[in-house]
């Protein structure tokens, strides 16, 4: 398996960010390459029901064509990239399969780590909130040291000033001809057509693809025996609500209206042959056995010229106009490169040239649409490099830096007060810090809490029972005070350092452990074997995708 061997630095960089997903990718490749070693195969009946049983591609628990070319037009992918990746994705889900389908976890195993999942504990707590030390006053000599060494901090934010000329295709004022309208509509005829649609319910009674011929024929006993109803005069709707295995059933079984293509075959076959109101005989789908009712029948229509043409009109202005926006952007760019002087060029062309003020990363304040975007694109140009021709939403932009400020260490007296406010913080911190600590030593050595905390001005709080993975009640979901509250016990009830939290430092001491309930837990064995068996699997397919690795070529080639 070769990804080549073609690196250096700014690769390696690339690949530190993205190595998630490059080890997704070799461990892939890998999986697939033994799969196939290991002659597995995936027929083309398994590919089609994999694929039709996604839910992405779905109506109403139904295969919708016309849904599965949006999705994937919306992922710009083509029906054969698609089914040729999801084949290979069978491919890899049999082998994982094949190697992980006799783990097994035992009742021992099981029960010792339902216990150790729900065994709850209580602590007792004390909280040093760096916010209650109120009494801080930082002198100007400690202001001035914290700033000195904290300079970094207070930079200012880079600054820049660009000239620029926005071409507005809405500036354009161009004239149609109703000759060239009539030619638009006539090479797009298909625009204007809109195809046959039906409108229709429909009652499901789910069967599997492969069903057995005793399961088929029970299937459509109970579909013939709704289909009766219907014909009886009962509601279909109210019948759909009832009997329906589809989650249009809520609805009455309505599908909306759609087209022939949006449908599976043999459903869109016979919707579309019925007549509004007419009750179809039992049809057969990979889904099960339908019934389908049509309540509207849409036919095939075109839009007739004078009906389309104030829309055609819209779109071949704005078409032409931008066009014209972008052929003048062209024409300046193209100066403006070769001369280097954006400023000579529109005084040349009589264009307005606009300059704003120095804007941060954020954009400038005023003037721009986009200014985010803009901002985006002007830093990372040189000053006076003239940009590429960029689209910003009303135009087309020509943009050239012609200054800009670094950032700089400002002067402390400019930013006294934040420096102020930030040492306060950092003080009162360690406060907190240095109380927590003195008090966890303290009650380490003597039962005296309370005395000592009178002194302090804090109280002794105690959680309610909580488990491993829940948050505790008045802190919040803290990992770590979690964490070594399970390590604490009657012999070891101190833990070995004060916690930081959200809220401040915590001293916690040991108070009380409960054990699970035998009669509560016991609904969690199935969830859980399920958990423990997943990890098994994993740690399985680790090992193996370790094997193969070792006795594979791997390597990266960049591209």
Request: glycine share 4%.
């Amino acid at each position: 398996i070769r990804y080549g061997n073609k690196l250096n630095d700014q690769t390696l960089k690339m690949f530190n960010l993205k190595k998630r997903a490059v080890d997704q990718v070799i461990n892939n490749s890998l999986l697939l390459y033994e799969s196939k070693r290991l002659g597995f195969q995936v027929t083309d009946k398994e590919l089609s029901d994999s694929i039709r049983n996604i839910s992405a591609f779905q109506v109403d628990s139904v295969f919708n064509m016309r849904t599965y070319n949006a999705v994937l037009n919306a992922n710009r992918l083509t029906p054969e990239t698609f089914e040729a990746s999801h084949k290979q994705s069978l491919l890899i889900e049999k082998l994982t399969s094949f190697v992980t389908s006799s783990v097994k976890v035992s009742e021992p195993e099981l029960k010792q780590f339902i216990n150790w999942a729900n065994a709850s504990v209580k602590v007792d707590y004390v909280l040093f909130n760096p916010e209650k030390y109120k009494d801080i006053k930082p002198t100007n000599k400690q202001i001035k040291t914290y700033f000195n060494e904290n300079k970094d901090d207070y930079k200012t934010d880079p600054l820049l000033k660009v000239r620029y000329i926005r071409f507005n295709p809405a500036s354009y004022k161009l004239e149609l001809t109703e000759q060239e309208i009539l030619d638009y509509y006539d090479s797009n005829m298909q625009e204007f057509e809109t195809e046959k649609t039906v409108e229709a319910r429909h009652i499901l009674i789910k069967l599997k693809s492969d069903a057995g011929e005793e399961a088929v024929n029970k299937a459509k006993i109970n579909i013939l025996e709704i289909l009766e109803k219907a014909k009886n005069g009962d509601d279909f709707a109210t019948l759909a609500k009832k009997y329906s295995e589809c989650p249009s059933k809520d609805r009455g079984g309505h599908l909306g209206t759609f087209t022939r293509t949006s449908m599976v075959k043999p459903f869109a076959d016979e919707a579309f042959s019925m007549e509004q109101g007419q009750i179809s005989d039992p049809v057969r789908t990979d889904f099960g056995w339908h019934i389908i009712k049509v309540e509207n029948v849409n036919p095939a229509s075109t839009r007739s010229f004078e009906q389309a043409k104030t829309d055609i009109r819209k779109k071949l202005t704005e078409r032409k106009t931008k066009n014209a926006a972008y052929d003048q952007a062209e024409a300046v760019y193209e100066d403006a490169y070769q001369y280097q002087n954006l400023e000579q060029v529109a005084k040349d062309r009589e264009l307005k040239i606009e300059t704003t003020q120095y804007f941060t990363k954020k954009g400038p304040e005023k003037g721009i649409l986009r200014p985010g975007k803009f901002a985006s694109l002007a830093f990372k140009l040189p000053v006076s490099e003239i940009s590429e021709i960029e689209f910003l939403d009303d135009g087309y932009y020509i943009l050239q830096p012609i200054e800009k400020i670094p950032p700089k260490i400002p002067e402390i007296a400019s930013v006294k007060q934040k420096v102020r406010a930030d040492l306060i913080k950092n003080m009162q911190d360690k406060k907190a810090e240095e109380q927590a600590n003195a008090f966890l030593t303290f009650i380490k050595k003597t039962a005296e809490k309370d005395k000592h905390l009178k002194t302090i001005k804090r109280k002794i709080s105690t959680t309610d029972f909580f488990k491993r993975y829940e948050s505790i009640p008045d802190i919040g979901f803290e990992q770590e005070i979690i964490q070594t509250a399970f390590e604490l016990s009657p012999g070891g009830r101190f833990p070995e350092t004060v916690l930081r939290g959200k809220k401040g430092y915590y001293v916690i001491w040991f108070n009380q452990r409960k054990e699970p309930d035998p009669e509560e837990i016991k609904d969690l064995e199935d969830q859980t074997r399920k958990r423990l068996i997943q990890e098994k699997q994993n740690k399985i397919i680790s090992a193996l995708l370790k094997e193969v690795r070792n006795n594979s070529e791997v390597v990266i080639e960049d591209r």
